[in-house]
């Protein structure tokens, strides 16, 4: 293979990994946990528990607890959310029509595995004028890091050894994930305030700003 084709499979390589980062990595769950802190309507509210059973449902797939919290079914609870996951992951893939069912599918399980990682703790909250300040203790991730220059490597030697095929620019992604997941290590602890206000009807929300800080102390490197 020439220089310039080299060149040019590599320059279309990284373009569709940022898209991949910008339109399902970092959203994923920030876009299902805001859905789902707006519909928790709870008459007796324990703050605490409410964050850590969100937390738990959308990075661990456990939603008993959520399910309780908010008053629906643990089988609407799983619906819901995973089919929100689904959705947001599925639009990555907007345009791709090079990439096998087989090798998307392979994706979302392998994001769904790595969110599983997630390691935090609920360790304290503060009331305010009706609204809580709920602090989560997080050990960040290393899945992400130096994800361009990793997933860049592993891209320059296939096409360099003439086995790179667009087609399979996923396939790679998922191998260098699934590699990255089985050497996964945590850094030290760090504490992320959380807001969280209700309205009359003790629906309860949380910012935008928090969810992404949830998100980038977890997984540094995805947002």
């Known amino acids: 293979m020439s220089t310039y084709e080299e060149g040019k499979q590599m320059r279309k390589m990284k373009r569709n990994l940022e898209n991949i980062k910008r339109r399902a990595l970092p959203a994923a769950l920030i876009f299902v946990l805001a859905a789902y802190l707006l519909?928790?309507?709870?008459?007796?509210?324990?703050v605490e528990a409410y964050v850590k059973s969100c937390l738990d449902a959308l990075y661990m797939g456990d939603y008993e607890e959520y399910a309780d919290q908010v008053g629906i079914s643990v089988e609407e609870a799983?619906?819901?959310i995973e089919g929100q996951l689904d959705d947001s992951l599925e639009s990555a893939f907007v345009g791709d029509t090079v990439t096998?069912?087989?090798d998307k599918q392979a994706y979302k399980d392998v994001v769904a595995g790595i969110y599983k990682l997630?390691?935090?703790?609920v360790v304290g909250s503060e009331e305010k004028d009706g609204d809580y300040v709920?602090?989560?203790?997080?050990?960040?991730?290393?899945?992400?890091e130096d994800l361009d220059e990793g997933f860049t490597a592993m891209i320059t030697e296939a096409v360099a050894d003439g086995d790179f095929d667009e087609s399979q620019t996923i396939a790679y992604l998922n191998q260098y994930l699934e590699q990255r997941k089985a050497e996964n290590e945590y850094g030290e602890a760090e504490e992320i305030q959380v807001n969280v206000t209700g309205d009359e009807n003790?629906?309860?929300t949380i910012p935008e700003e928090d969810l992404t800080n949830i998100e980038g102390a977890l997984f540094p490197g995805a947002v």
Do not use: H, L, W
């Open 39 to 46: 519909t928790g309507c709870i008459q007796s509210f324990d």
């Open 134 to 144: 709920v602090t989560v203790s997080v050990q960040p991730s290393n899945v992400f």
């Open 118 to 121: 997630a390691k935090y703790e």
């Open 100 to 102: 096998s069912d087989e």
């Open 78 to 80: 799983r619906s819901d």
């Open 202 to 204: 003790n629906v309860y």
